[in-house]
C-alpha cells in the first residue's frame, strides 16, 4: 500500500538534503523517481531541488493552476516511478494536496512531501494544513535555536536584521533572510520590534 508522507519542519532544517538522499536511495536500487518543486519564477519545468550542503538535482515544477494528479498521471504512462518527491509542499493548495492523496490511492506510488510547517507569523501555510489533515505518515525534520532547543518557529528579518513581523506570508527574491528558533526565543523576537 502507498502511503502519503509529509517530513515538515522549519527554515534551513535540511529537508531538501533529505529528500535528495531518499531519492538517491531508489535510484541507486535501479528504481526511477519523480522530483517537483515550486514555480517561483517563471522558468516552468526546469527548476533545481539544491540543498545548502552542496548536493542537488533537476526537478519538474509545479505552480498555482497545475494538476498534480494529472502531471503525475502523465509521468507515470512514461513508465514505471517507484516514488514521487514534492519540495516546497508549503505552497502546494488544498486541491493539490488532495490530488496528491489521489496518485497514492488510486495509481498506488508513494508520495512524500516536504515543506514548512509555519511562515514567519506562526501561521500554517494552507498546503502544509491540508498535508497535517491527511498525510498517512508525518515525520519531523529537526533542526536547533540558538539556545539548543528544538526550533519549531522561524523569523523574517531585512536586510539590517530586522525582525519583521507582517508581510505576505510568500517573498520570492527579495533581500530577506531567515532564521529558525525555539518558540521561546520566536516570542521574544517578534515582540521586541
Ligand atoms: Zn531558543
Not at 46 to 58: E, F, L, T, V
Not at 114 to 131: I, M, N
Amino acid at each position: 500500500m502507498a502511503k502519503l508522507y509529509f517530513h515538515y519542519s522549519t527554515m534551513n532544517a535540511g529537508k531538501s538534503t533529505i529528500l535528495l538522499q531518499a531519492s538517491h536511495n531508489y535510484i541507486e536500487r535501479g528504481m526511477q523517481t519523480y522530483l517537483i518543486t515550486a514555480q517561483l519564477d517563471n522558468r516552468a519545468g526546469d527548476a533545481r531541488i539544491a540543498s545548502r550542503i552542496g548536493i542537488g538535482a533537476s526537478a519538474d515544477t509545479f505552480s498555482d493552476e497545475t494538476d498534480l494528479f494529472a502531471k503525475i498521471q502523465t509521468r507515470l504512462e512514461t513508465g514505471p516511478c517507484a516514488c514521487i518527491f514534492i519540495d516546497e509542499a508549503q505552497f502546494l493548495s488544498d486541491e493539490q494536496v488532495w490530488q496528491l492523496a489521489r496518485v497514492v490511492d488510486d495509481l498506488n506510488v508513494p508520495v512524500m512531501c516536504y515543506g514548512l510547517r509555519v511562515d514567519f507569523r506562526g501561521k500554517l501555510f494552507p498546503g502544509s494544513a491540508t498535508l497535517l489533515a491527511l498525510a498517512d505518515v508525518m515525520r519531523e525534520v529537526r533542526t536547533i535555536c540558538h539556545c539548543g532547543k528544538k526550533a519549531t518557529m522561524v523569523v523574517r528579518r531585512d536586510e539590517d536584521g530586522k525582525v519583521l513581523a507582517d508581510g505576505e506570508q510568500v517573498q520570492v527574491g527579495g533581500n530577506e533572510t531567515y532564521l529558525s528558533l525555539c518558540r521561546v526565543h520566536w516570542r521574544q523576537a517578534v515582540n521586541a520590534d
